[in-house]
């Protein structure tokens, strides 16, 4: 049985930049879930994706995008990056839209200088 | 809107004993369901035990068990039998669904030998 797994592990951009962050799905699972997480703070909820379709949002702005492919595997993109905007990454995978339990990734550190 | 607080910054514990991490959460829904995490340097996010708001009984898991006061809407965890292993940072989450959670500000816990 395969994972979660996230790349990159780590990453810096400049503010005002674009970036992109991957998320490879656990076999069998079909939901994604997003955290931000801020040092020394517990994890947001950015969004969740179910069968390619958006399936709830956090309190972020829209400049905080995603994607999930007919592999169930899934893209979050953030444009127009702040310094804010640093932080690790959490992607998680589960089955079906909400009665299973959540299996993260080990996140993708995003550093904004 | 869900809240959930962990008032305990830090904890510490010698091997073989027992602590008490504590958690109090705030949500207007009926059905809700709360969880502790496990986070260690690794970063992995790990699920450490799970209760159904419904359930009057309070989950175990082998050395870890759990407090829940609804009324007083409470959720303390209990790790007995400490192992150098539990060194982690431990997170309290609440949510209507597995996948969309509100995290406390987590604990940090040592385990002495």
């Known amino acids: 049985e395969t994972g979660v797994t996230q790349s990159p592990t780590h990453l810096i951009k400049t503010r005002g930049q674009q970036v992109t962050l991957r998320c490879s799905s656990q076999s069998g699972h079909n939901t994604v879930s997003w955290y931000q997480q801020a040092l020394g703070q517990g994890p947001q909820f950015i969004f969740q994706y179910y069968r390619e379709e958006e399936n709830g949002r956090g309190n972020f702005p829209p400049r905080f995008s995603g994607l999930q492919f007919p592999n169930y595997s899934s893209e979050l993109n953030v444009n127009a990056l702040e310094l804010d905007d640093s932080a690790l990454y959490l992607c998680?995978?589960?089955?079906?839209?909400?009665?299973?339990?959540?299996?993260f990734g080990n996140g993708t550190r995003l550093t904004v200088t | 809107a869900q809240t959930v607080t962990q008032s305990q910054p830090e904890m510490s514990v010698q091997e073989a004993e027992t602590v008490t991490l504590s958690c109090t959460y705030d949500t207007s829904e009926n059905n809700y369901y709360l969880f502790w995490y496990k986070q260690p340097p690794s970063r992995q996010m790990i699920l450490v035990i799970r209760q159904e708001a419904y359930k009057q009984q309070n989950a175990t898991e082998n050395r870890f068990s759990v407090n829940f006061q609804k009324a007083a809407k409470s959720f303390s965890l209990k790790i007995s039998d400490s192992q150098l292993g539990d060194t982690a940072m431990y997170f309290c989450?609440?949510?209507?669904?597995?996948?969309?959670?509100?995290f406390g500000q987590g604990t940090i816990l040592t385990v002495h030998p």
């Open positions: 989450a609440s949510g209507t669904s597995y996948g969309k959670l509100t």
């Open positions: 998680a995978s589960s089955l079906g839209q909400g009665s299973s339990p959540l299996h």
